[in-house]
């Protein structure tokens, strides 16, 4: 008996701490059943083991017969979990990643920027806060109160050795431009020193000595904060602190204002005289407001960051540790898309993915793609596929057209492919060997709040924020990102190029016959509608279908509806244009299979 071809939906959760099959079984419930009573109606699904065997805690399930098929086919739904890679976040990572973010600058799409701001002042004032108490904890344990710029004399006495001895050094290996730099160095220090020492900036009672004092008690905590921004976030963390600063000495100059209305001038000089202004090592307001800082951003870690953003930061961050994990995600999704083309029980899979899911998607299928495209055989001696294949890699069709002709393009790849014969799919389960597929089954590819939206930023390297696109566009020429509709390079089509005569499908040409579609909630004021997810067609090209969708009918904003996608119990049910919008993206009808038949 030979075994029914089925659709596969292969469904790649978001980050977070998430449950095997939790998101496939939410996106079950809103695309297939009509109820969430699922006793309800005529619509059906049965839960079994993965036949390879591959994974058995992860089980398939499968739809009775799928309305508008002929001749009628069932689907079987996937899902790719790969959070226990992630399950070793360590707090540390996320907060390097966010320097890292803080170091590349405002370029996010606009309604993100402001997030962006948010996000480097609250690091700056993290930063003035450790450096507030590490400094206070220091002279309380030296008891050195009365006179804290003995800490910057110590640290100066450090360098003078260390230069010293550096001086020494260069001058055993005979490194004489490294020589006189440091002896110009190690002399200027001394030189400041010395005129220090002369105006009795040292002497105790001395006017200098007071100066010293007050400048050591008000800015020395907010200049160490300062070399650290500079450190972890270059210019731009410059500018946070400069704005951070800002505001900390206009609320100093509300506070001041509010104690001369209520003291008059005798108490506002009673606090510059002390140096109690603000991020000072006097100011007790200071030091509170640096425990409020730190407790609400381990909150803040504990509740979200760590749980949910810490995924993203050891996907996208480039540590050796972290280029692990990122490895066995892939190898993992790369092995699950495989394991569906071997099979030979589908000429159809979609891929669904969210949030940090989609990202992972989309590796996993320009991976694929990549390793299977020169197994994939151009023969135009059909002429269906011929004139298929030549209308989408010739680049003049419209993108609803192409949709629509790669789609196709697919199911002739499909019709003509060996290990998908009917000689082939006799009796029990038996995969084809990696090296027998010859055909790309991957018709749609679904993603749902895609941080993708912010690929350019998130995908380069580039630690310069100015640079990111240009890195981000070179890299689309050179075809690692693989882009909707495909890139073209001079004579070669979106689809293939030539060698000697022979036709081969190149690796940037997958998004010429996979259908992208893209559903985003709209954001409004940050924290309405979807922040992490958005538009992607400006990214990756404008054959990607942007689909904007809303919890409301009519539409509307709803609070943070990042987790909403197939969710089912807003005030509209399943009448909700959300749900809608993804039905008929993972269309499980198919609806653009075969050509339109014509008019009797």
């Not at 899902?79 to 320097?99: D, R």
């Amino acid at each position: 008996m030979v075994r029914r071809l089925r659709t596969a939906v292969l469904v790649v959760h978001g980050m977070g701490s998430q449950r095997p099959l939790e998101t496939v079984r939410g996106i079950i419930n809103a695309v297939w059943f009509d109820d969430d009573d699922h006793t309800k109606g005529s619509k059906k699904l049965w839960s079994h083991p993965e036949p390879s065997g591959v994974d058995i805690d992860l089980t398939v399930m499968t739809t009775n017969e799928i309305p508008g098929t002929n001749p009628q086919r069932v689907a079987d739904f996937h899902e790719l979990y790969w959070a226990h890679h992630l399950s070793e976040t360590k707090a540390v990572a996320v907060l390097l990643w966010l320097f890292e973010l803080g170091r590349r600058g405002p370029f996010f799409k606009t309604g993100m920027n402001g997030l962006w701001w948010c996000g480097a002042v609250y690091l700056c004032l993290m930063l003035l806060s450790v450096s507030l108490l590490a400094t206070q904890g220091l002279v309380w344990i030296t008891d050195i109160g009365a006179k804290p710029y003995t800490l910057v004399l110590v640290v100066g006495l450090m360098l003078l050795v260390a230069m010293g001895a550096g001086i020494l050094a260069a001058i055993w290996y005979r490194y004489w431009a490294l020589a006189a730099l440091l002896v110009l160095a190690f002399g200027g220090m001394a030189a400041v020193t010395h005129i220090a020492w002369s105006n009795g900036l040292f002497h105790p009672g001395a006017s200098g000595q007071v100066w010293l004092t007050w400048g050591t008690r008000a800015f020395l905590a907010p200049l160490l904060a300062f070399i650290a921004a500079h450190l972890l976030m270059g210019m731009w963390g410059r500018r946070a602190f400069a704005l951070t600063y800002g505001l900390s000495l206009i609320f100093y100059l509300v506070f001041l204002g509010m104690e001369f209305g209520n003291y008059g001038w005798e108490r506002v000089l009673g606090h510059l005289r002390a140096a109690n202004i603000a991020w000072a090592l006097p100011s007790h307001a200071s030091t509170m407001a640096a425990f409020v800082i730190l407790a609400v951003y381990l909150m803040i870690n504990a509740a979200f960051l760590q749980p949910y953003l810490g995924d993203a930061a050891r996907y996208f961050r480039n540590s050796p540790a972290n280029v692990a994990v990122r490895r066995a995600i892939r190898k993992d999704a790369v092995d699950t898309l495989e394991q569906l083309h071997r099979s030979r029980d589908y000429d159809r899979i979609v891929v669904v993915a969210h949030s940090l899911g989609t990202v992972v998607a989309y590796d996993m299928l320009r991976a694929y793609y990549s390793r299977i495209r020169l197994q994939m055989k151009i023969d135009k001696t059909d002429e269906e596929f011929a004139a298929l294949f030549d209308g989408v890699d010739g680049g003049a069709l419209e993108c609803t057209e192409m949709r629509r002709q790669g789609r196709r393009l697919i199911g002739k790849f499909a019709e003509m492919s060996q290990i998908l014969k009917d000689d082939q799919r006799q009796g029990l389960y038996k995969a084809a060997k990696g090296d027998e597929v010859d055909a790309w089954l991957v018709t749609d590819f679904v993603t749902l709040g895609s941080p993708l939206t912010h690929a350019h930023y998130l995908m380069t390297n580039e630690k310069d924020g100015g640079k990111i696109e240009q890195k981000f566009q070179d890299r689309i020429r050179e075809r690692e990102f693989p882009v909707c509709p495909p890139y073209k390079d001079g004579d070669d089509g979106l689809l293939s190029y030539t060698v000697a005569g022979e036709t081969f499908l190149h690796h940037g040409g997958m998004f010429g016959m996979t259908r992208w579609t893209n559903l985003y909630f709209p954001i409004y004021s940050i924290f309405w509608g979807d922040a992490i997810g958005g538009p992607v067609r400006e990214v990756f090209g404008g054959c990607v279908k942007d689909v904007a969708v809303s919890t409301k009918k009519p539409a509307g904003a709803a609070f943070f509806t990042h987790l909403a996608y197939w969710r089912t119990d807003y005030k509209a049910k399943r009448a909700a244009p959300h749900l809608a919008s993804l039905i008929e993206a993972i269309d499980l009808p198919d609806r653009d299979k075969a050509p339109p038949q014509p008019e009797a």
